[in-house]
């Protein structure tokens, strides 16, 4: 980022944030405090309301601001989502132009909107059961397989993921609820409950398909002269054994042992229903 756009980007962090220090600046701008302080004399120099306040850092002076773009909530929403998944899935370099976008945005929104902006934007984001009654939804997440909620559910009193696919009914209830204002998603809460270490081995004809169609749970890929070696974390082996079955003679368990015998299990009673079933005859399709 050259001199320029650094300063203009910093004009738009102070006003979308308020105060920020120069350790927080710098930080962000990947720059040293030095830098940031010759930065705030330009701004001042150029005619900025630079004001700053021991112990809080800089701000721009009430009342200054950048022509504000018009956006309704739904477009600022969809833009400032859009950066957050530009960010996440690109590299270095398109990840800073996202960011920087974002903060452009972020920055010429009326702040009434941005609160609202900020709010849905903490609920959503992008990432990869039957009985279950969640009242209580605290945000959606995108995983490649489809969109699911996190919620609080009533019956097993706990925060639970719902995969919204599965969800048979609808019920609009009378009664409302807050959520709670230091709800964080804690990602780190949920991989501690996958204490299960898996290793599966792959042909190498079929490793480029694999790493394509990833399951969520894996957790680390190396590539050896036999095939792709790929380990997974779970909670209970059903999580993972459709898809390890969908890659039929292509996988091979190699712990835990349990998993290897349930894999032999279920190809038994896939030969014995092929066996001991005669082939049903269907008319056909015309």
Not at 190 to 218: G, I, T
Not at 233 to 262: A, D, T
């Amino acid at each position: 980022m050259n001199r320029t756009d650094r300063l203009l980007a910093i004009v738009l962090e102070l006003q979308g944030k308020g105060h920020q220090r120069a350790e927080d600046l710098a930080e962000t701008f990947e720059t040293s405090k030095r830098t940031i302080y010759r930065d705030m004399l330009a701004l001042g120099e150029a005619g900025v309301p630079i004001v700053s306040i021991p112990g809080r850092g800089y701000s721009l002076m009430q009342g200054y601001f950048l022509p504000p773009l018009s956006f309704t909530t739904d477009e600022a929403t969809m833009l400032l989502l859009g950066s957050d998944l530009m960010a996440q899935n690109f590299d270095a370099q398109y990840r800073a132009a996202a960011q920087s976008a974002s903060r452009k945005i972020e920055g010429v929104l009326p702040e009434k909107l941005r609160s609202e902006v900020h709010y849905l934007q903490n609920s959503i984001r992008f990432v990869a059961g039957a009985g279950d009654t969640p009242e209580t939804s605290h945000r959606m997440i995108h995983f490649p397989g489809g969109w699911h909620m996190v919620a609080y559910c009533h019956l097993r009193q706990d925060i639970r993921n719902f995969r919204l696919d599965r969800i048979d009914n609808l019920e609009l209830l009378t009664r409302a609820f807050q959520r709670p204002s230091n709800f964080v998603m804690q990602e780190d809460k949920a991989n501690s409950s996958r204490q299960l270490m898996v290793r599966v081995l792959f042909d190498s004809e079929v490793a480029r398909w694999v790493q394509e169609a990833r399951s969520y749970y894996v957790i680390g890929e190396e590539e050896t002269q036999d095939g792709l070696l790929v380990t997974l974390k779970i909670r209970q082996e059903s999580e993972i054994l459709q898809w390890l079955l969908g890659w039929g003679q292509h996988v091979r368990v190699l712990e835990p042992e349990s998993l290897r015998k349930r894999m032999f299990e279920e190809a038994e009673g896939m030969l014995r229903n092929m066996v001991s079933h005669p082939q049903p005859q269907y008319p056909r399709q015309p």
